[in-house]
């Protein structure tokens, strides 16, 4: 299958500061990246899709200048979580899929573990 | 609004099979897919379903009907590891995924 590559796997930082979290597909191109929040024993949610050259298309309750979004190459999108507080300690999970098989399945990354102290 | 139902949590013994129930209600629908997810991890592919029926694929097999909305993800032969969280997620008619809560599968020797 398709590999989709995230880095890190794993942060720890402190309030106010910022990260960023890399989305790469290996082998494949892709117009279209979805990044997903994961809470403990919760559901995927979609935060953003990010669109090779244009903007991101943020979901609603997602404030678009805390998680920006930065997809400018067909291999690789960005997430950086401006004034991180603890609240957004979380799983992020980025996703996407090949031309060939975007109806019918998603590649995800290896997921970030952000923790905000 | 969309909804996808699925237990929070079933337990089984190993060598058994399980069986994971799923229902939803989506703004149109355009396939039904099943993920595996280990503590920790990201979701990993199992199967899809756009059509009635089922689809088998070793150990595990996946049934659609569309017309009732539902689901069901069985699992023969169940081994420790596949301890884990099993999400039921839907394409709607924007090919956005919408993704149920999970079900957390406790597998006892």
């Known amino acids: 299958g398709a590999v989709v590559s995230q880095h890190p796997s794993w942060v720890i930082c402190k309030s106010g500061t910022s990260v960023k979290i890399e989305c790469r597909s290996l082998?494949?191109?892709?117009?279209?990246m979805f990044w997903y929040r994961q809470f403990p024993k919760q559901s995927l949610m979609l935060m953003a899709t990010?669109?090779?050259?244009?903007?991101?298309?943020?979901e609603q309750g997602v404030e678009k200048d805390k998680f920006l979004i930065n997809h400018a190459s067909l291999t690789l999108s960005t997430l950086t979580v401006t004034s991180a507080h603890p609240e957004d300690s979380s799983f992020y999970i980025c996703s996407a899929s090949p031309p060939s098989s975007e109806n019918t399945e998603a590649f995800f990354g290896q997921g970030t573990r952000l923790t905000v102290v | 609004g969309q909804n996808i139902d699925q237990p929070t949590e079933m337990t089984a013994t190993e060598g058994a099979i399980v069986q994971i129930n799923c229902t939803y209600q989506?703004?149109?629908?355009?396939?039904l897919f099943w993920y595996q997810q280990h503590a920790g991890e990201a979701p990993t592919f199992l199967s899809y379903n756009v059509l009635d029926g089922l689809e088998e694929k070793g150990r595990f097999s996946s049934f659609l009907s569309r017309s009732k909305g539902y689901s069901y993800l069985l699992l023969k032969e169940l081994q420790m590891k596949d301890s884990a969280s099993y999400l039921c997620a839907v394409k709607d008619s924007n090919y956005q995924l919408i993704w149920g809560a999970g079900t957390k599968l406790i597998i006892k020797p």
């Open positions: 082998d494949f191109q892709a117009t279209t």
């Open positions: 990010s669109n090779e050259g244009s903007k991101a298309t943020y």
């Open positions: 989506t703004s149109g629908f355009n396939g």
